[in-house]
């Protein structure tokens, strides 16, 4: 058995099989939809919520997991044998969960929690997770895993585009000088995290164009050299997504790339159509 256990929250959004064959921990963030509150990806699914949100007048709010629910899951690692636990999440600076965590560490004894903060969310905050249950898997200690995340935060990127920027915005993610700027120039900018928060990258006028931007961004990088992992991300536009992987799967040799979406806690703040690019250069 390994001796570090790995968890994470629901919005790296890794598929319930890759979760069980690392065997990553799981902690849901909670999505509400008019009435009814709902954990997400154990008892929300990401094509229920979009059909959902289609039929819903009054637009959903999220939360982070209570701090009960972390401090059950590090006891029933601990109580499983683990020598040691790291606990991965979203950007600290967008949610309260990293925070939830790192409270609920503070009160299990007779264990070594490392608490991560991704700076980020979705598939790259999967790439932390991944990469560590590998390591995990190979025997690596909770120190070694903790120094190859760092190495992965140099060189990945991230950017993303949304239909509208008032979802951010009313969940408080965006500034308001920056709406005004977006809105006032009906400019549809690509969004990326600057040490933890989300801030506009550039500003650009059509998807397209957005999108032959964050390709050279891309390639900038790759043709330095050295294998990638590259993840198109989509909030409910399958199709787009498809195209787009192909595309780079075609035009570049040193990448693996796959698709991912945007679920609902964060779907809920960038909205339907949304789409973006994460990547990280493989280092081990
Ligand atoms: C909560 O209620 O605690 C959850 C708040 C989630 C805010 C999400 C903001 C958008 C994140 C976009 C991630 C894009 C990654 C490529």
Known sequence: MNKVAIVTDSTAYLAPDIRDQYAI??????VVIGEDSYQEEI????????KLL????????????????FVETFEKLKDQGYEEIIT?????????????????????????????????SCAPQGYFVLEAAKMAAEGA????????????????????????????HRGGRLNAAQLVVGNLLKIKPILHFEEGSIVPFEKVRTEKKAVARICQLLEEDVTQGGAYKVTVIQANRLESAETLAKEIQVKFENVDVDISHFG???????????LGVSWFKLSR
């Open 25 to 30: 921990e799981m902690v849901p963030l909670n």
């Open 43 to 50: 008892d929300l699914t990401t094509s229920e919520f979009y």
């Open 54 to 69: 289609k039929n819903t007048e009054k637009l959903p709010t999220t939360s982070q997991p209570a701090i009960g629910h």
């Open 88 to 120: 991965i999440h979203l950007s600290s600076k967008i949610s309260g969960t990293y925070q939830s965590a790192m409270s609920a560490a503070s009160m299990v004894e007779d264990i070594s929690i490392e608490g991560f903060d991704s700076e980020i």
């Open 141 to 168: 200690d909770a120190k070694t895993i903790l120094a190859h995340l760092k190495e992965i935060k140099t060189t990945l990127k991230a950017y993303f585009m949304v239909d509208s920027l008032q979802h951010l």
């Open 264 to 274: 609902p806690v964060i779907g809920t703040h960038l909205g339907e159509g949304s």
